[in-house]
C-alpha cells in the first residue's frame, strides 16, 4: 500500500474504504451504472411509445365520432341557400358549409397526425443519442481507469 493512501487511513479511520476501491471494483461499478441507464432509457422509451399507442387509438375512435355527429348535425339542417331581401344569396347552404368544414377538418387531422409521429420520432432518436453519450462517457471513464492504474 502507498504511502499517501495508509497516511490518509490513520489520519481519518473512519474513511477507511472510501475511494480507495481496487481498479476492477471501480470497473464494475461503472458497468453497473451503464447497465442501470441503459436499462432505464430502454423502459423510459417503451413506456412513451405505449403512451403514444394508447393516444392513437383513443384519437382513433373520437375523431370518426366527431365526424359522425357533425354529420348528423349536417343531416338535419336545410339545403337552401339562406337569403335576405334585396341581397344576393349566400354561397352555400348552411348543409355544404358543415360539409367543407368536415373537409377541411379531415385535412387538418391527417396533417396534426404526421406532424406528431414525425416529432415523436424526433424526439425518440434524441433520447437515443442521449443514452449512446452516456454509453459512451462510461465507456470513457472505464478506459481512463485502465490508464490511470497504470
Avoid: C, Y
Wanted: proline share 4%; net charge negative; no cysteine.
Amino acid at each position: 500500500m502507498g504511502a499517501k493512501k495508509q497516511a490518509a487511513k490513520v489520519l481519518f479511520p473512519l474513511m477507511v474504504g472510501w475511494n480507495w476501491m481496487s481498479k476492477e471494483e471501480r470497473k464494475e461499478e461503472w458497468k453497473e451504472f451503464r447497465s442501470n441507464m441503459e436499462k432505464m432509457w430502454d423502459q423510459f422509451q417503451d413506456m412513451q411509445k405505449a403512451t403514444k399507442e394508447t393516444a392513437e387509438k383513443q384519437w382513433g375512435k373520437i375523431f370518426p365520432q366527431l365526424m359522425e355527429m357533425q354529420q348528423t348535425v349536417a343531416d338535419s339542417l336545410s339545403d337552401e341557400k339562406a337569403t335576405l331581401p334585396g341581397m344576393p344569396s349566400a354561397p352555400f347552404s348552411p348543409k355544404e358549409f358543415v360539409e367543407k368544414a368536415k373537409e377541411i377538418q379531415e385535412k387538418i387531422n391527417e396533417h396534426a397526425v404526421e406532424a406528431n409521429n414525425r416529432a415523436f420520432e424526433h424526439i425518440i432518436q434524441r433520447q437515443q443519442q442521449v443514452k449512446e453519450m452516456v454509453t459512451d462517457a462510461a465507456n470513457d471513464a472505464e478506459d481512463t481507469l485502465d490508464k490511470v492504474e497504470s
